[in-house]
């Protein structure tokens, strides 16, 4: 049963968060009224719920150890159930059928504020993919993502205010815009080791944002830029309902495209260059890779990536403002691209569906969502580390070498 | 020339507050090499619990300067134990995690304090009471440094001052720099490394407690958003210095606030963040390891 | 000297006010195998260091000559990839693999200068990519045969035992395709026996066309290995010759052995 030591420790648990709550659950005040409220219920339930809590916490702990120890007795090299799925092709190509057949048949089965809700996750699975080349692939730690992302958006945005450019015209345009600046960027900060990068890359994000609400004449400062033109299909006029799902149709076209070359990138010469790097630097110049060079690829690549979907996006919502692109946007990209698990495209992939759609579906939570959002984060940091899912380990086919074979039957 | 000198010290206070918040970035970077976003927070929480605790004393009548001590003394405190708090949740659990995963859990740890703040309180910006009062021989030159600079300015002097003391002179000062040095070698002269971070944590809390303080009687509003863009300042500031290194933060900051406050002051008011972050980018372009951080020399 | 594949003249090094290397000479010549031995701190990895580019000499020059198309190039101020990509590779003392990735990626990292498909190959993977991918893996493989560790291709690198890793650093920089190998320390912490194999490796490696500069601290296989050896101490080379002359050398002794010896 349940030591009463652990009873005892739960208590003092939920006192210290009483204590520790006091001052802004218990105490609200008015200035101006100049009246105190006293929230004496508040106490009560931070204390309940932490003693809960706590106790909840201790019996998985004590659970997990338990099944550890048998597991050791047993076999510890068993492979997770997942990552044997995405081994085995025979496995993997029917449920890849699956999953896109769903994908496909999915505004015909749901309400188009469903399928609204599905583009906005997928467009995050592409932006997470993205960002896990430079992150997951290449280790670099990228904290204003965002600023490409809002590079694509204001370059559709703008072209298409004053030049009245379309869509598919401005989608490469956008793409290549935000590469270069990741390269122009990248040029000088990439010699950053890694924590100092973070904080420069986020500095950037945050320029890139504020510059786009003060330069009035050039963005239209925060008021933002509306009546951006949907994406065209052959000059047809689409309803609100059909543009809605062509969006969809879009995105998940654009899904596809990044898994496939995402997929092949990292299986490549420079994949694995990206991955060394990752390990160790010295060590990868000295077999003779180009540390800045394969950085700034990696790192313009996923700035590619992140302008395809601002165009997108500027085209979903017709309108784009700079409160669009803060860096708690680069927050929820990275911490798709951490939950999923570094490097791992089907974690990613489900990073990104569990970090969007979470919240939407949290709705009925209402104000509480964000409170939510946040405490998931740490819990799922604190009991997987790792990511949900880890990358699958590539193998090798090679030649034996004939003589060897010869001497050794 | 007024305008200079306006200019002068309000850029010195501007640093020193940042300074304050600054030091918990990089004292806890330096112990265990974590960008601790949530810190930002932490301040925040020191602005408002002394903000409620100042209210509620000055609503049941109690005099200034009672109410200024049992204020400072409250957020220091609350700020500590959540700073405590934080540390031992969501950050301790993960101390062999690969590097990213306690980021992830300090963004989200952010997310959730400035939510908690929001919902718990209110969202609208409140006004915070004068803690600080005029002082009459400040007259001649009020219109150019408030009496809230000067204090501003002494407290964050003091408070740098006894910081050094407690880093340089005493047992758990020494403690944190052997294991910021090497956490190994610390652990195997005996030192209690988990009690060493809890250290760090609570004092840099309460550092950031007396600036969420001092900043909140000295702009008199606050709100739950604002330790997020002073926690980045800050930690620009932490960064422009040498992550790390004690001094350079206060340099740092300094550096940062001074910048600022000519920039908005002589160039444009609507820039005041792009320039803190283009100082940032030009000096570590030009230092990679910031003002007062060790250059890095490769071990082969 | 015109035989020399390598050349450093003068080169020194200063740290601060410190001179770590103080105006030391060396040449090797093709398919030599030559040592560079010392007491510790004697600066014999800061040697390498400037070699390879990871550190900027303060004076001096570096040349390396390519054996077959005799072109001489300066090594100094190049950057470590580029130096490689001449055909001059190394090992680290304190080894350095990729911890996570396995044995045959470590190796195929090692190919990467010797190969050039790009994005648009890796997108599209035609038939050029194809056929390097396949050279790729296959000549890594060879290679891990050839320092027996073909049984290990799919472990993750830090799995392996630490004999295994330095031998797997060995393979990693063969696959460059040095003309010249540097090899710094590659025996540390290696038992008898491993150690003897390791002396067998490093021959056939030599017979194949490679030549080799080592630093080792194994006396018994500096002496029985090296064509020749140089000598450092605090920073300046104390001499140089066959390993019978270096043996006999006072200056040596009294460096290895302190002062007293002399007297």
């Not at chain 1, 993997?92 to 999953?99: D, G, I």
């Not at chain 2, 990089?26 to 925040?44: D, K, P, R």
């Amino acid at each position: 049963m349940f030591p009463v030591k652990e009873l005892k420790r739960s208590l003092l648990i939920s006192l210290w968060f009483a204590f520790l709550t006091f001052p802004i659950m218990v105490i609200k005040v008015d200035p101006i009224e100049r009246t105190v409220i006293w929230r004496w219920d508040n106490l009560f339930f931070v204390a309940l719920g932490s003693f809960v809590i706590s106790i909840l916490a201790k019996v998985y702990l004590l659970r997990k150890e338990r099944r550890a120890g048998r597991k050791k007795v047993k076999k510890e090299l068993t492979e997770p159930f997942v990552q044997r799925i995405l081994r085995e092709p025979r496995f993997l190509f029917p449920l890849s059928f699956a999953v896109l057949t769903f994908a496909l048949l999915f505004p015909a089965l749901f309400s188009t504020y469903q399928t609204n809700i599905m583009t906005t996750a997928l467009m995050y699975v592409v932006l997470g993919l993205g960002l896990n080349i430079v992150v997951g692939v290449a280790g670099l730690l990228d904290l204003g993502y965002v600023a490409f992302y809002a590079v694509g958006a204001y370059s559709y945005a703008l072209l298409n205010m004053h030049f009245g450019m379309g869509f598919w015209a401005v989608l490469p345009i956008g793409g290549l815009l935000a590469a270069i600046l990741g390269i122009l960027l990248g040029f000088p900060v990439l010699r950053l080791r890694g924590d100092y990068l973070a904080i420069v890359t986020l500095g950037f994000g945050e320029i890139i944002r504020l510059i786009l609400e003060n330069w009035n004449t050039f963005s239209q400062g925060p008021s933002g830029i509306a009546n951006i033109a949907r994406p065209g299909f052959f000059g047809m006029q689409m309803s609100f309902d059909a543009g809605i799902t062509y969006i969809y149709y879009i995105v998940v076209a654009l899904v596809i495209f990044t898994i496939f070359v995402v997929n092949r990138l990292q299986d490549s010469r420079l994949g694995r260059a990206w991955l060394a790097l990752r390990e160790d630097e010295i060590a990868c110049e000295a077999m003779g890779i180009d540390r800045t060079k394969t950085k700034l690829i990696a790192f313009s690549l996923g700035a590619f990536w992140a302008g395809l979907v601002g165009v997108i996006f500027a085209a979903k919502t017709t309108f784009v403002n700079p409160a669009s692109f803060t860096f708690l946007e680069s927050a929820i990209i990275l911490s798709i691209v951490v939950l999923g698990g570094m490097g791992s495209i089907v974690g990613v992939i489900f990073g990104a569906l569990i970090l969007i759609l979470m919240p939407e579906y949290l709705r009925a939570l209402s104000e509480y969502r964000m409170l939510a959002f946040g405490g998931i984060l740490v819990v799922m940091m604190v009991f997987k580390p790792n990511g949900i899912i880890s990358n699958v380990r590539r193998s090798y086919r090679f030649k034996k070498h004939p003589s060897k074979e010869v001497i050794e039957p | 020339m007024d305008y200079f000198i306006e200019l002068l010290f309000g850029g010195l206070t501007r640093g020193s507050i940042y300074a304050l918040i600054a030091l918990g970035y990089t004292m806890v970077y330096g112990i265990i090499g974590l960008i601790n976003f949530a810190h930002g927070e932490i301040y925040m929480i020191g602005a408002f619990t002394s903000f409620i605790i100042a209210t509620v004393l000055s609503i049941y009548g109690f005099p200034l300067l009672a109410i200024v001590v049992i204020a400072g003394l409250a957020a220091t405190v609350w700020s500590s134990a959540y700073g405590f708090t934080v540390e031992k949740l969501a950050y301790r659990p993960l101390r062999k995690a690969p590097r990213l995963a306690p980021l992830i859990s300090a963004i989200g740890m952010s997310i959730f304090l400035q939510n908690y703040v929001l919902l718990a309180q209110t969202s609208d910006f409140l006004p915070f009471p004068a803690l600080i009062p005029e002082f009459a021989f400040m007259e001649p030159v009020a219109h150019i440094v408030g009496s809230s600079d000067l204090v501003i300015l002494i407290t964050t002097t003091l408070v740098m001052i006894g910081l050094t003391f407690l880093i340089k002179f005493t047992k758990i000062g020494k403690a944190m720099r052997a294991t910021a040095q090497d956490k190994t070698m610390a652990v195997l002269v005996g030192i209690n490394v988990d009690r060493v971070i809890s250290a760090t944590f609570i004092i840099g809390s309460a550092l950031a407690a007396i600036g969420g303080l001092l900043i909140a009687s000295h702009i008199g509003q606050i709100n739950f958003y604002i330790g997020f863009i002073a926690g980045i300042k800050a930690f620009t500031a932490a960064v422009l210095g040498g992550v790390g290194s004690i001094p350079g933060a206060v340099l740092g900051s300094l550096v940062l606030g001074l910048t600022e406050s000519f920039a908005t002051g002589y160039v444009s008011s609507d820039y005041e963040d792009v320039f803190a972050f283009s100082l940032l980018v030009l000096i570590l372009i030009f230092k990679p390891s910031g003002l007062l951080g060790k250059a890095e020399t490769k071990k082969v | 000297m015109s035989e020399a594949i390598l050349n450093v003249k003068g080169l020194t090094k200063n740290f601060g006010g410190i001179k770590a290397i103080d105006n030391v000479d060396l040449d090797i010549k093709l398919g030599e195998i030559v040592a560079l031995i010392g007491p510790n701190g004697a600066g014999k990895t800061t040697f390498f260091n400037c070699l390879t580019g990871i550190y900027t000499p303060s004076a001096g020059d570096i040349t390396l000559c390519h054996p077959e198309s005799g072109k001489e190039t300066r090594l100094n101020g190049m950057k470590p990839n580029k130096i490689t990509e001449e055909g001059m590779a190394r090992t680290f003392q304190n080894i350095r693999l990729f911890p996570t990735m396995s044995v045959l990626e470590n190796v195929m990292i090692g190919r990467h200068c010797r190969t050039k498909s790009f994005i648009p190959g890796a997108i599209f993977r035609g038939p050029a990519t194809r056929r390097e991918e396949e050279e790729i893996v296959n000549v890594s493989y060879e290679i891990l045969e050839k320092v027996g560790l073909e049984k290990q291709v799919n472990e993750e690198a830090r799995n392996l035992p630490y004999g295994a890793q330095r031998r797997l650093e060995i393979a990693r920089a063969l696959a460059t395709e040095p003309f010249l190998l540097l090899l710094d320390e590659p025996a540390a912490g290696m038992n008898p026996n491993e150690t003897e194999a390791l002396v067998g490796l490093i021959r056939k490696i030599c017979k194949e066309g490679h030549s080799i500069l080592l630093i080792e601290h194994d006396m018994k296989l500096v002496m029985s290995l090296s064509d020749r050896i140089f000598v450092m101490d605090y920073g300046r080379k104390i001499a140089k010759g066959t390993p019978e002359e270096v043996r006999s050398n006072p200056a040596v002794i009294k460096a290895y052995l302190g002062e007293d010896v002399d007297a």
